[in-house]
Structure formats: structure tokens, C-alpha cells
């Protein structure tokens, strides 16, 4: 096929690529879903089963809390796996997986089904009713998986916390979600060591209170308290007569509750992502399909943790209503050498990773023997998501681990926006760091602060100006929330709270958040639940966090602390310190440094200048101090 001339490096795709993939003329699909885009959603739509099909594609009478594909009747679930087995794919593999400690176990259709359906069971002699909130705890092991989409075939809603997050954030999450039940595993395998899940709960569920039956899952088998009536085993539970492999399901209405997933924000607590039904369905099958190209006998692996939205719409969902293979791995990616994912990718035959660009920075830094001594012919695709990738981290990956055949596909996308929003597809050229353009039927832009479109290669804000069908509906229980946050600052346009910039062929650069989130390795973190953690610590009375560039993490935290009368500082404080953020919130969250000051920069309205510290840290200029109190 051919391409218009691009300017800068550019990677085209071989004609071999191009000859297989369901999308071939990329600019074809995108003049087509321009003009008509609720259209082209809807012939997507009619590729899926409904039991009763819908009366509009879009109602946005009342934006921006849009409803997509309205009075339809679906259940997710049955998409994922009961139509599957009316057709080849009832024995064909939905899952493998492969334990930190050599495991494997691989479910077919049929069998996942059937797991699905005795969880459910499981959860329904507990009490569980549709629309009630069921909080899930676990590692990357597949009943994770199980009781995800057990929740969706009963109606129930999942809140999902990762399993990297600690006490207090676990807490907060159960108590904001009023979930009924928590599903937890035993103990996590990290590294050879075990992360102890049930213990951390058990600490959690004394700060809230809405828990009545904890789902207990055995991974690790290790010693943990049992609380009597509260707790249950699940293997007991699925053994008994109850949990039989019929489940009824729900029908559920388009715009009834899916999930809700907790992400940082700017302030405060962090927020609880809404996602429903219908559009969500619709949007992560055709973005899945079109992205990483699935075909019948492709193996695909999500290397992300089914706790992070990630998770949820591309190894969860995603796969299985495109009748996937997928691969889970359970550990890191370097236990306990670092080839252990290119093992495995030579050993199950894998086609397409998609990974995070701190974990290839990660395993590029041992050096590419280890990717070397094994056969990875079997890759077909790459992708990566969740921060801007380095140029020389994305040649890396091309070179080393896709012999340069293997199209990377850089996604932009967030919690919220549920699926893929930037993001090439096999057939389109590509620029190392760029996600290229928008998915076909969405239109985004880079604006200024009247909301202008900015010139070629000059920074701006990024928003998405068209509705699209996986877009968050709410802010859980604040809608308030919703509309400040997403909604006013240019009105009618969604604000993502990322800068960007678009080049003169229309690609678009991510260059980082402009709020108070931090990107860690990848993972989202509000500088407000760090600086929580720290000022609950009795030394502690005033803190501020940043994120300060790293080579492997992208960011790294660095924490300035206030102490309270009476505290001396110390190496020894700041490492109590250090590991009390690590307990609270999680040790994704630990920061890299602890300072401790005598005072912060401030607004005159109190407010902490964390761009100031930025600039100090950094030893730039710090810009306009016209607000700064002294
Ligand atoms: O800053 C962007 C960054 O991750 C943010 C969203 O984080 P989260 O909700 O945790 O979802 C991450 C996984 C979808 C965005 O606002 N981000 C995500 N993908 C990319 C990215 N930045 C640059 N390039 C990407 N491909």
C-alpha cells in the first residue's frame, strides 16, 4: 500500500503486516467513521449479542452525562463466554496461566465458563444481589478473572483494588464503594516472597465497616486468621451443592452499572470511575480487535495486572468477547532471572505483548542476552501503555524483542476513557514516542487556554471533543465530581489533564500530566493520597509530594516533610517514614527520598506550589512566583 511521506523517523508497515490485519486502509475506516461515527459504532455493536437491541445509539440530551446504545438488554458475561460455546471456540483455550512459581493451569471456554458460573453461585449464596458492590482483592491469578465476570453475570458491580495497594487505600475503597462482600486471596506470590493479601484486609476491614462475608481464595496456603461467620473459603463454598455449574443470569439495561475502579485525582480521595454496560462493551471489542488485531489463532498477553483498567478492558473483557487466547503470568517480570518473560513467550508461542514502557526499561537494562538466547519468532504485535515512551526504550523493543517486524502499538488512553482513544493500528506508520492519531470516530485536540488548537510541535491541553461509547459516565455517587472535573474547564470537551503536542502529519506527543497525578512505573498516584499518608504519621506535620524524572520509573516520588514539635529528623525517621506511605497506601507509593524542610511554597490561599519544589529540585526557574505567600 502506499503511504504519504511522514516527516521524522518513521517505521512503515511491511506489506505482509498490512495483508493480515482486519484493518488494511487505516484512512478509509477513519473517513467513514468521521461522518457518521454513532454508525460505525453501531455496526459494531450488531458483531455482538443482544437481548434486545437498542432504541438510539447516543442520547445526549442531558451531556455530559451521555447514555449509548439506549434500552438495550445484554449481559457482558454472556458475551465473554456463553456465546462462544455455541460455536469451535468451546474448546478452544480462553486462558493460560503460568504461576511465579512454575503453576500452570489453562481454562478452555467451556471451563471458564463453568468456573464463572459456580463463582457466581457462590456469590449469590452469599447474598449478593444485582446493583450490590462487591470490593475483589487478589494477585494475577485467573479466579481473579473468575470473580470479575461472575459479578457481571449476576449484575453486581466489581470494584477491583490492585493488590499493590496497602491498608488504608483498601480501606478508603471498601468504605466509598459500601461493598457487601471482599473477595480476597490468601497471599500474592512477588518475587519468591509472599505479599500477605488476607492479613492486609484483615487490617483494612478494621478502619470500615460495611463488609459482611469475606470470599477467602487459596493461593499461597500460608497461615492466616479465619474470622468466624465473616470469613469463608472459597473452595469449601464452590464444593458444596449450591455453587452447581447453572447460573441464571441478569439482563441488564445498557446503562446499568458495570464497575466502578478507583484512580487519583487532582484532590482528595481518590475517585471512583463509573463504567456501564453497553458502550463499554462495544468499545473495548472493536478497539481490541482492531488494535492488536486479534485473530482466531493468535495467543495474546496483556503483561498488566487485572487490578488497573488495563486489566479490566484488555485482559479481562477485551479478550474474551473477541474469543482470545490470553496468557497471565502471576510475577515480576525479572524472577528469578531476567528472562522469565521470554521464556514464557517462547514456551506458550505468544503473538502479541503489550506491556508498559517501565517494564521494557526494566529488562532492557540487563542487556539483550536474555532476550537473545531465546526463539521469540512467534510475535507478531507489540504494544505499550501508560506513559510516554523514550524513543530509545521503543527501538529497544522494536529491535530486540520484535526483530523489527513486530508494529508497536503505543495506546493513549486512561480509567476513564475505558478503551484505546490514541492509538495506531497495524497498518499505520509509525513515530517512536507517538501514539500516533486518534481512534477512528473520535475527535481530539491539543488547545490553549481559551481552547484554541495550538500550532504544530506547540504544547497544549489535550481533550477529546466527541463522546465515545467506553467513556466513564460518572463519578460513583458524585456527579458534582464528574462535571467539575472532566467537563468545565472547556465546555463540552472532555479534559483529560494531559499536555500534548500534534506534529504536522497530525500525530500526537503525550507529554505528561498537568495536575497533581504522578505517573510511578506506569501507575497513577495522587500527590494527596501520599501527602495523607505521611501527615497520619504522629512526626508529620506538614508534606508535600513531586515526582522527579527516573531513568526505569519514569517518575520517582520525592517527599518534602514539615515535623512536627518535639521530632528530630533522621535517616532513621525518613525510612519509618518511607515505610509507613508503603503500609497506608501501598509500596508503589514508598517514596524514592524524604526531605525534610522548615516550610513549603504556598499560595496565599494555602495551597502547596508543588511546581515550585519541581523547579528547585530540578534546578530550573521556577517560573511566575506572583502567587507564592513568602
Ligand atoms: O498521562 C496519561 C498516561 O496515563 C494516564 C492515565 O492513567 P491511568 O488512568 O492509570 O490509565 C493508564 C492505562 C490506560 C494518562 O492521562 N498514559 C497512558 N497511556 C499513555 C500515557 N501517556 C503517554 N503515552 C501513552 N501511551
Redesign the pocket.
Known amino acids: 500500500m502506499h503511504h504519504k511521506q511522514l516527516s521524522g523517523e518513521v517505521y512503515y508497515p511491511s506489506s505482509e503486516v498490512i495483508e493480515r490485519a482486519h484493518i488494511k486502509n487505516w484512512d478509509e475506516l477513519n473517513e467513514t467513521a468521521k461522518k457518521d461515527y454513532p454508525g460505525f459504532w453501531e455496526k459494531m455493536a450488531n458483531e455482538l449479542h443482544w437481548f434486545q437491541k437498542w432504541d438510539k445509539v447516543i442520547d445526549d440530551s442531558q451531556k455530559p452525562f451521555y447514555k449509548w446504545f439506549t434500552n438495550a438488554k445484554l449481559n457482558v458475561a454472556y458475551n465473554c463466554l456463553d456465546v462462544h460455546l455455541k460455536t469451535f471456540r468451546r474448546n478452544k483455550l480462553a486462558l493460560i496461566w503460568e504461576g511465579e512459581n512454575g503453576d500452570l493451569r489453562t481454562y478452555s471456554y467451556h471451563a471458564l465458563h463453568r468456573e464463572v458460573c459456580k463463582f457466581a453461585n457462590v456469590l449469590k449464596s452469599l447474598g449478593v444481589n444485582k446493583g450490590d458492590r462487591v470490593t475483589i482483592y487478589m494477585g494475577r491469578i485467573p479466579e481473579i478473572i473468575m470473580a470479575m465476570l461472575a459479578c457481571a453475570r449476576i449484575g453486581a458491580i466489581h470494584s477491583v483494588v490492585y493488590g499493590g495497594f496497602s491498608v488504608e487505600a483498601l480501606s478508603e475503597r471498601i468504605e466509598d464503594s459500601q461493598s457487601k462482600v471482599l473477595i480476597v486471596a490468601d497471599g500474592a506470590y512477588q518475587r519468591g516472597k509472599i505479599v500477605p493479601l488476607k492479613q492486609i484486609a484483615d487490617e483494612a476491614l478494621q478502619r470500615c465497616g460495611t463488609v459482611e462475608n469475606v470470599l477467602v481464595v487459596r493461593r499461597t496456603g500460608q497461615q492466616i486468621n479465619m474470622e468466624q461467620g465473616r470469613d469463608m473459603w472459597y473452595h469449601e463454598l464452590v464444593n458444596l451443592p449450591i455453587a452447581n455449574q447453572n447460573c441464571a443470569l441478569e439482563i441488564m439495561d445498557a446503562e446499568d452499572p458495570l464497575f466502578i475502579l478507583y ?1 487519583s485525582g487532582t484532590t482528595g480521595k481518590p475517585k471512583a470511575i463509573l463504567h456501564t454496560q453497553a458502550g463499554y462493551m462495544v468499545g473495548v471489542y472493536t478497539t481490541l480487535k482492531f488494535v492488536f488485531d486479534i485473530h482466531e489463532e493468535d495467543r495474546y498477553w496483556c503483561a498488566a495486572d487485572p487490578g ?3 486489566g479490566h478492558s484488555y485482559i479481562v473483557y477485551g479478550p474474551l468477547l473477541n474469543g482470545a487466547t490470553s496468557f497471565l503470568y502471576e510475577g515480576a517480570p525479572n524472577y528469578p532471572y531476567p528472562n522469565r518473560w521470554w521464556q514464557m513467550i517462547e514456551k506458550y508461542g505468544i503473538n502479541i505483548l503489550y506491556t508498559a514502557p517501565t517494564a521494557i526499561r526494566g529488562l532492557m537494562r540487563f542487556g539483550e542476552s536474555w532476550v537473545l538466547r531465546h526463539d521469540l519468532s512467534s510475535l507478531r504485535l507489540l504494544g ?6 523514550n524513543p530509545e526504550a521503543w527501538r529497544w523493543y522494536y529491535k530486540v524483542v520484535g526483530k523489527e517486524k513486530c508494529p508497536i502499538m ?7 476513557t475505558g478503551m484505546f482513544m490514541i492509538t495506531p493500528m497495524p497498518s499505520v506508520p509509525l513515530k517512536p514516542g507517538s ?1 500516533t492519531r486518534p481512534f477512528p470516530g473520535i475527535e481530539m485536540d491539543v488547545v490553549d487556554e481559551n481552547g484554541n488548537s495550538v500550532k504544530p510541535n506547540e504544547e497544549g491541553y489535550l481533550v477529546i471533543k466527541t463522546p465515545w461509547p467506553a467513556m466513564l459516565r460518572t463519578v460513583y455517587k458524585d456527579p458534582e465530581r464528574y462535571v467539575n472535573q472532566y467537563w468545565s474547564r472547556f465546555d463540552g470537551w472532555y479534559l ?3 499536555s500534548a503536542k500534534k506534529d504536522e502529519d497530525g500525530y500526537f506527543w ?1 507529554i ?2 498537568v495536575d497533581d497525578v504522578i ?1 510511578v512505573s ?3 498516584l495522587g500527590t494527596a493520597e501520599i501527602e495523607s499518608a505521611l501527615v497520619s504519621h504522629p512526626a508529620v506535620a506538614e508534606a508535600a509530594a513531586i515526582g522527579l524524572p527516573h531513568e526505569v520509573k519514569g517518575n520517582a516520588i520525592y517527599a518534602y516533610v514539615i515535623l512536627r514539635n518535639g521530632f528530630e529528623k533522621s535517616s532513621q525517621l525518613a525510612e519509618e517514614l518511607r515505610q509507613h506511605v508503603a503500609h497506608e497506601v501501598g509500596p508503589i507509593a514508598k517514596p524514592e527520598h524524604i526531605e525534610f524542610v522548615d516550610s513549603l511554597p504556598k499560595t496565599r490561599s494555602g495551597k502547596i506550589m508543588r511546581r515550585v519544589l519541581k523547579a528547585r529540585a530540578l534546578g530550573q526557574d521556577p517560573g511566575n512566583l506572583s502567587t507564592l505567600e513568602e
Open positions: 484512580t488497573w483498567i488495563t505499550t501503555v501508560g506513559e510516554p515512551i503505543d495506546t493513549w488512553w486512561q480509567t476513564e501514539g483529560t489533564g494531559d503525550i505528561g500530566r505517573k506506569g501507575y497513577r
